[in-house]
């Protein structure tokens, strides 16, 4: 090859890089306004709770919804992805966020505001199932580590909008007003999405039956190969969404007497964290293959700082000691991307959606039952109990998924 042939096919190479990190920019900001909405009661429990007349325990549970309608909507999507293209799939999705958050700022009851929670899960339940499905077909094998951790931290940034910004937003004007933000940033990436997207559509050739694809997803998700997987998504990202989504705010308010601003600067510091350091796990398990090991290490450590958190009122240490224990907390929680990359390497390409969908499903079927079980946690241990708790889940979780056999790598 030439000088000039060389050249040119650099050139071709990091346009191609270029053109595939913009796509899935915009794939990724749906998964931005996921995070965004589902970590906005860590600062707006307590203004929804006096809003609807009810207390911050059920505001816990009926966020709870949120996850339960995206555990639901998990199957479908994770099909839909693997019959239709991507950009069909996330279209619809977005369009059914904006209506999901248009329903819960006007929300003026319990049942109204429930609904707005349940139309959001179901829009965000693709939000992160997109990207990846693209990324997985349109990347090597060897790549999709670090395209996962890329489209997990651009979407962990909707975090960064529930911190401080939201804090603010809900000070100034009010919790309702905060949900106009994601109605907004819908209708934004939708119209990027429909100009900017290409169809692309699934490698398998056949067409199954819908209700076959449905318990594919299921077995797929209880192979022998995917059990640890699913075993330590379950807890996984329930305890991330428990302390970042509803318990931090609350703890730091209430129990360490910050103000609301204070406590989003602290889950700011949090967010920060689980942006920036996936991506260095990802680049860290691509060079050391030590995937499973990351895994385990990570939940054991992020246990670990949950359980001590609660020792700084005992001691009466400063809030610099919660600082500094949520920052670990964020560090070693962020292997959780390497779930999705074991997930997909256990399956042909046929089936990625399908086992993407049943790693997600894991996610956030766990979240919503977790969540719903936080409730009587709080009510007997208070703030501080319910974090001891999902310490001990992480924990728990990381020893489960190291007792499991290793995934079956089917592709490099």
């Known amino acids: 090859m030439s000088v000039t042939d ?27 306004i996921s995070n965004l909405v589902r970590t906005m009661p860590a600062v707006s429990t307590d203004v929804i709770a006096q809003s609807l007349a009810v207390s911050a325990g059920e505001v816990a549970a009926m966020t709870g919804i949120y996850h339960l309608a995206f555990a639901a909507g998990q199957i479908p999507v994770g099909v839909a ?4 293209s991507v950009r069909s799939v996330f279209l619809v999705l977005i369009a059914t966020i904006g209506c999901g958050a248009a329903i819960t700022a006007v929300a003026h009851s319990t049942l109204m505001f429930l609904i707005g929670q349940a139309v959001l899960g179901l829009g965000c339940s693709g939000m992160l199932l997109c990207p990846l499905t ?8 060897a790549s999709f ?41 819908a209708g934004l990436v939708a119209v990027a999405a429909a100009i900017r997207l290409r169809e692309q559509r699934s490698a398998s050739t056949t067409m199954e039956s819908i209700g076959s694809e449905f318990v594919q997803v299921l077995r797929i998700g209880r192979s022998q190969s995917l059990r640890g997987v699913v075993s ?10 428990g ?10 308010m209430e129990e360490r007497g910050l103000n609301r601003l204070d406590a989003g600067n602290v889950m700011l510091a949090l967010t920060l964290m689980l942006i920036v350091m996936p991506m260095l796990v990802g680049i860290l398990a691509r060079r050391a293959g030590s995937t499973n090991l990351l895994l385990v290490a990570g939940h054991v450590v992020a246990g670990v700082m949950l359980l001590l958190l609660p ?13 500094t224990l949520l920052i670990v907390f964020g560090v070693a929680v962020s292997v959780q991307p390497l779930l999705f990359t074991l997930g997909r390497q256990s399956v042909a ?36 109990g319910v974090i001891v708790f999902l310490g001990l889940l992480s924990i728990a979780g990381a020893l489960l998924f190291a007792l499991q056999p290793l995934p079956v790598r089917r592709r490099a």
Not at 81 to 84: A, E, Q, S
Not at 134 to 141: E, N, V, W
Request: net charge positive.
């Open 6 to 32: 060389k050249n040119y096919a650099v050139t071709r190479s990091r346009t191609a890089l270029l053109t595939g990190a913009g796509t899935l920019s915009i794939l990724a900001l749906g998964h931005t």
């Open 81 to 84: 992805l693997d019959r239709f």
């Open 134 to 141: 693209y990324a997985a077909r349109s990347q090597d094998g």
């Open 145 to 185: 580590p670090l395209w996962s951790a890329f489209i997990l931290a651009v979407g962990n940034s909707g975090m960064l909008l529930s911190a401080s910004p939201t804090a603010w937003l809900i000070e100034t004007f009010s919790w309702r007003t905060a949900f106009v933000v994601p109605l907004v940033m």
């Open 232 to 241: 330590l998504a379950f807890v996984s990202f329930a305890v991330v969404i």
């Open 243 to 252: 302390i970042r989504g509803v318990w931090a705010g609350p703890w730091l």
């Open 311 to 323: 020792l700084g009122v005992i001691a009466g240490f400063s809030a610099l000691y919660d600082l």
């Open 349 to 384: 390409p046929a089936d990625t959606g399908k086992a993407l969908a049943a790693v997600n499903l894991a996610f956030f079927a766990g979240a919503a039952i977790i969540q719903a079980i936080s409730a009587p946690v709080v009510a007997l241990g208070g703030t501080g």
